[in-house]
Structure formats: structure tokens, C-alpha cells
Nanobody, 124 residues
Framework: QLRLAESGGGSVQSGGSLTLSCIGSGFPLDHCAVGWFRQAPGKEREGVSYIGGSGPRTYNRDSVKGRFTIVRDTAKNTVFLQMSGLKPEDTAVYYC?????????????????WGQGTQVTVTA
């Protein structure tokens, strides 16, 4: 059964760090583009970071550049989102998603399978 499972969310102080995990079951993530998205209450879901289905291609939205890093661990079939220097405005539910076409990007419309989300709360 195809499944994505996010974990690693929680509550941290401003300036702190968290690493989110996206574990794939039933399919290899290394053949897919994997994106991290977030959605705060009352706001649209926005793309945070993605990694391509092959090669080293990654991209982060401007607001997280220098703070967030997306990493793939093929052996664990897991994609991580390493977050540091967290700010209250980073508070959101974070979702991972796959694009089986391998294109990726920061647009949610490009992705066809989603995890359930994990809450990240950053306090001042």
C-alpha cells in the first residue's frame, strides 16, 4: 500500500531546530520528486522545499533559504527537512508529497500523493 508518513514535528522556541521525516512505504522515493509544503490556519498551502527524482536538484523558497535543507536518505526511503533558525512565522502543518513524474517544484498542483501532515509550532 502506498503511504507517506511525516514525523518529527513539535513545539520549539524561536531560533531552534527540528528535522522532519517523510517515510515512503510501497514505492521508492528516489524515483520521485519529493516536496515539503506547509499550511498555516487561514492561509494557502505553500511550497517550502523540494528534491528532484534524480541527481542533486533541490530548491527552497526564499523565506527559508539558509535555514532549511531537504535531504534524501535512499537506504531508509526517507526524505528529511532539516530546519534551523526557526521563526514563529514557520508555524504550520507541514506535509510531504510526491510527484511521480519527477518534476517537483513548489506548486502543490504538481504533486499527486500526500502525507497526513505534522504540526510545527515555533514560540517567540
Amino acid at each position: 500500500q502506498l503511504r507517506l508518513a511525516e514525523s518529527g514535528g513539535g513545539s520549539v522556541q524561536s531560533g531552534g531546530s527540528l528535522t522532519l521525516s517523510c517515510i515512503g512505504s510501497g514505492f521508492p522515493l528516489d524515483h520521485c520528486a519529493v516536496g515539503w509544503f506547509r499550511q498555516a490556519p487561514g492561509k494557502e498551502r505553500e511550497g517550502v522545499s523540494y528534491i528532484g527524482g534524480s541527481g542533486p536538484r533541490t530548491y527552497n523558497r526564499d523565506s527559508v533559504k539558509g535555514r532549511f535543507t531537504i535531504v534524501r536518505d535512499t537506504a531508509k526511503n526517507t526524505v528529511f527537512l532539516q530546519m534551523s533558525g526557526l521563526k514563529p512565522e514557520d508555524t504550520a502543518v507541514y506535509y510531504c508529497a510526491v510527484d511521480h513524474k519527477g518534476n517537483g517544484g513548489l506548486r502543490a498542483q504538481e504533486y499527486d500523493f500526500w502525507g497526513q501532515g505534522t504540526q510545527v509550532t515555533v514560540t517567540a
